[in-house]
T-cell receptor, first 114, second 109 residues
Framework: DSGVTQTPKHLITATGQRVTLRCSPRSGDLSVYWYQQSLDQGLQFLIHYYNGEERAKGNILERFSAQQFPDLHSELNLSSLELGDSALYFC?????????????FGPGTRLTVT | GEDVEQSLFLSVREGDSSVINCTYTDSSSTYLYWYKQEPGAGLQLLTYIFSNMDMKQDQRLTVLLNKKDKHLSLRIADTQTGDSAIYFCAETPDNDMRFGAGTRLTVKP
């Protein structure tokens, strides 16, 4: 158990809908990262938040947004969902967010868009 | 090309050494990483190497970095069945993190 929690574990929804994925980092970690893992695209970095502020952005679509709250939990919002958004979404946390900080990964949320 | 490249599959016998290779794209990457993903789990950081190093050893793991060729390798000595997993290399250009497609390592008893 990494100490990072993600909810829900599984999510099935229809195209065009909007969903929110939630992540609670390990106690004391200030950084949260979001990743998408799919068969087509492999593992892709989406976005990184540090202490409530966006620090880096990867291949995140405009239909997706994220935020980190004062209690350091983070939410990833996915809207106007398409079939291709079906994937495993991981969040990870690290102490500070420096380049070599170890990232601890949550178990993931499996999103299925039908 | 623009992708971090890895071969997709590697099969070794228990007790042998495994070498997983990776070609990355951005010479400005400060750190290069190796992650392990076991079935149904998230990624686990195995090791990383700073870009000004050629080699890093950590118990059974040896990372070699050839900056000229943008080539990174991970050697696992005395490979065990518990090492069966997918291994991802990753580079870090511009505060981003870019992963290879992953190499599925199968260890046969």
């Amino acid at each position: 158990d990494s100490g990072v929690t993600q909810t829900p574990k599984h999510l099935i929804t229809a195209t065009g809908q909007r969903v929110t994925l939630r992540c609670s980092p390990r106690s004391g970690d200030l950084s949260v990262y979001w990743y998408q893992q799919s068969l087509d695209q492999g593992l892709q970095f989406l976005i990184h938040y540090y202490n409530g502020e966006e620090r880096a952005k990867g291949n995140i679509l405009e239909r997706f947004s994220a935020q980190q709250f004062p209690d350091l939990h983070s939410e990833l919002n996915l809207s106007s969902l398409e079939l291709g958004d079906s994937a495993l979404y991981f969040c990870a946390s690290s102490v500070e967010g420096r380049g070599h900080d170890e990232q601890y990964f949550g178990p993931g949320t499996r999103l299925t868009v039908t | 090309g623009e992708d971090v490249e890895q071969s997709l599959f590697l099969s070794v016998r228990e007790g042998d050494s495994s070498v997983i290779n990776c070609t990355y794209t951005d010479s400005s990457s400060t750190y290069l990483y190796w992650y392990k993903q076991e079935p149904g789990a998230g990624l686990q950081l195995l090791t990383y190497i700073f870009s000004n190093m050629d080699m890093k050893q950590d118990q059974r793991l040896t990372v070699l970095l050839n900056k000229k060729d943008k080539h990174l390798s991970l050697r696992i000595a005395d490979t065990q069945t518990g090492d069966s997993a997918i291994y991802f290399c990753a580079e870090t250009p511009d505060n981003d993190m870019r992963f290879g497609a992953g190499t599925r390592l199968t260890v046969k008893p």
